[in-house]
C-alpha cells in the first residue's frame, strides 16, 4: 500500500496537502471492495502517516473494528468518549474488552468547566428542553472532548455504517476531513448489521449486553432507547426530537449533508 508521501513524488514542499489527502483517500476506497476487514484497518494504518485514531463507543460497531485493530496489535490510539452519562453495560463491555486484548483504552472526559457550566445553565437533563439545549449538552460532553481526542490525528477511525441512516448514505471507506485536515477512515462502509453481528459471533467479540434488549445504537442512557422490531436503527436516539435528527454533531461532515439534501430531494420529486 502506497504511503501519502510516495504517491505523488513532488519535490518536498510542493504537495498540497488537501489534494495529497484526497487522492490516497480516493485510492483506500478503490482498494477497500477487495479486502476484508482486517485488511482494511491494516492498509489505513500502512497508509497514513502519523497518528490514527479510532473513536469507540463500544457498540457493535466499534467492537468488530476494536477486535481487528487489537487482535493484529496495529499501532492505532484507542479512545472512547467518556461522557459521564454512558450506560453501566457500556462501561462493563469497555471492562471486557480491555481485559480481552490487554490493552488499555483512553478515556476523554468532557472539560470541568464547560461541564459545571452547562450543568448550572439547563439542570441535569436541560438536554429535553429544546434541540439547542440538547446541541449544547453534545458539544460539551462529546463534541469537544472529540476535537481534543484527534488533535493532532493524521486519520480517525470510525464504525459508520452507510446503510445506518439517510444521514450516512454517502459514506465512503476513506474521505478527506477537511474541517480537521484528516482521512477518516470507516471500515465498515458497506456492511449491514447482520454482517457485523456475524463476525462479533465468529470471533467471539465481547458485545454490550443491551443489543439483546433492541438497542441497537448506543449511547448515552438519557438518550438512548430500544427500538421495535422494523424501526430505523438509529431511531433510539434523541426520539423526541424530529426524525433526521438524530446525529449527535460527531459526524458532521458537509459532504454528507449535501448527499442527505439530495437524497430527500429525489423521494420528494
Ligand atoms: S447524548 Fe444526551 S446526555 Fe449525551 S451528550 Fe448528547 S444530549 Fe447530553
Redesign the pocket.
Known amino acids: 500500500m502506497p504511503t501519502l508521501a510516495a504517491i505523488v513524488p513532488r519535490p518536498l514542499g510542493t504537495e498540497d496537502p488537501a489534494v495529497l489527502a484526497k487522492r490516497l483517500s480516493e485510492r483506500l476506497s478503490a482498494a477497500a471492495a477487495s479486502k476484508d476487514l482486517f485488511e482494511r484497518v491494516a492498509a489505513a494504518r500502512a497508509a497514513i502517516e502519523g497518528p490514527l485514531v479510532f473513536t469507540t463507543s463500544f457498540g457493535l460497531e466499534d467492537q468488530t473494528i476494536g477486535h481487528a485493530i487489537l487482535s493484529q496489535n496495529l499501532a492505532i490510539d484507542l479512545v472512547t468518549l467518556d461522557?459521564g452519562?454512558l450506560f453501566g453495560e457500556t462501561h462493563n463491555v469497555w471492562a471486557a474488552t480491555e481485559q480481552r486484548y490487554g490493552r488499555r483504552i483512553a478515556a476523554i472526559v468532557p472539560e470541568r468547566s464547560a461541564l459545571e457550566a452547562l450543568i448550572d445553565a439547563q439542570g441535569a437533563n436541560g438536554?429535553r428542553a429544546s434541540v439547542a439545549a440538547?446541541q449544547s449538552?453534545?458539544h460539551?460532553?462529546?463534541v469537544e472532548p472529540l476535537n481534543r481526542a484527534l488533535a493532532g490525528a493524521a486519520g480517525w477511525v470510525t464504525g459508520l455504517r452507510a446503510d445506518q441512516s439517510q444521514h450516512r448514505a454517502a459514506v465512503a471507506f476513506a474521505e478527506r476531513d477537511g474541517a480537521r485536515g484528516l482521512i477518516k477512515i470507516n471500515p465498515l462502509f458497506d456492511w449491514t448489521r447482520e454482517r457485523a453481528v456475524d463476525f462479533a459471533k465468529q470471533h467471539n467479540v465481547p458485545v454490550n449486553t443491551l443489543h439483546a434488549h433492541g438497542f441497537l445504537s448506543i449511547?448515552?442512557a438519557?438518550?438512548t432507547r430500544a427500538v421495535a422490531p422494523g424501526e430505523p436503527e438509529r431511531a433510539g436516539r434523541?426520539w423526541w426530537e424530529d426524525e433526521g435528527k438524530n446525529e449527535?454533531g460527531l459526524h458532521a461532515n458537509p459532504l454528507h449533508l449535501a448527499a442527505r439534501a439530495r437524497i430527500i430531494e429525489e423521494q420528494k420529486s
Request: hydrophobic fraction near 20%; charged fraction near 25%.
Open positions: 461522557t452519562r438536554f440538547r449538552c453534545c460539551v460532553r462529546k449511547g448515552c438519557p438518550c434523541w449527535c
